[in-house]
């Protein structure tokens, strides 16, 4: 069993950002506007919180207590667009992947990452796409589709 202690304080921030890059990807492919990002952040919060009580692994469970208590929200680059933003965090996703496979024991990596493939998954289905004033559109619009397959491939499930 892998805890906390056994990461490097870089390490653990890697992790700690991971959850909120699973959902960035999604929220960059197709923005819903400021009611839709709102639905889709609270999405993405409550996936932690419920983690946080529901893990099984312990490392999980410390990963998801200590983004309740110290969630920030990073700050884009000025001039970054959404593919920028879309490539960096499937970039840090990668790298989360081959840390859990590097420290982490198989089942805390399993676990973590379709953790991260559920926060994306919840973020894309939390708001409807392409309706107006909530009538029609679609749940998980096909940029939203192709973010989620961006998700998965980047931690290799």
């Known amino acids: 069993m892998s805890t906390k202690a056994d990461f490097s304080?870089?390490?653990?921030?890697?992790?700690?950002?991971?959850?909120?890059?699973?959902?960035?990807?999604v929220v960059a492919a197709s923005p819903s506007g400021p009611v839709g990002l709102i639905q889709e952040s609270t999405a993405a919060?409550?996936?932690?919180?419920?983690?946080a009580q529901t893990?099984?692994?312990?490392?999980?469970?410390?990963?998801?207590?200590?983004?309740?208590?110290?969630?920030?929200?990073?700050?884009?680059?000025?001039?970054?667009?959404?593919?920028?933003v879309q490539s960096a965090a499937g970039e840090i996703l990668k790298r989360t992947s081959a840390l859990l496979t590097q420290k982490a024991t198989p089942e805390e990596t399993t676990e973590i990452k379709q953790w991260l493939?559920?926060?994306?998954?919840?973020?894309?289905?939390?708001?409807?796409?392409?309706?107006?004033?909530?009538?029609?559109?679609?749940?998980?619009?096909?940029?939203?589709?192709?973010a989620l397959t961006k998700v998965n491939s980047a931690l290799g499930i």
């Open 9 to 25: 304080a870089d390490e653990w921030d890697l992790l700690r950002s991971s959850p909120l890059m699973s959902s960035i990807l």
């Open 55 to 84: 893990a099984q692994s312990p490392l999980l469970k410390s990963l998801a207590e200590d983004l309740t208590q110290h969630m920030s929200i990073p700050k884009p680059p000025p001039g970054a667009t959404p593919e920028n």
């Open 45 to 51: 919060g409550k996936m932690i919180v419920q983690s």
């Open 117 to 146: 493939a559920k926060v994306a998954q919840a973020t894309a289905e939390a708001s409807k796409e392409g309706g107006f004033l909530g009538v029609g559109g679609v749940l998980v619009s096909d940029q939203e589709k192709t």
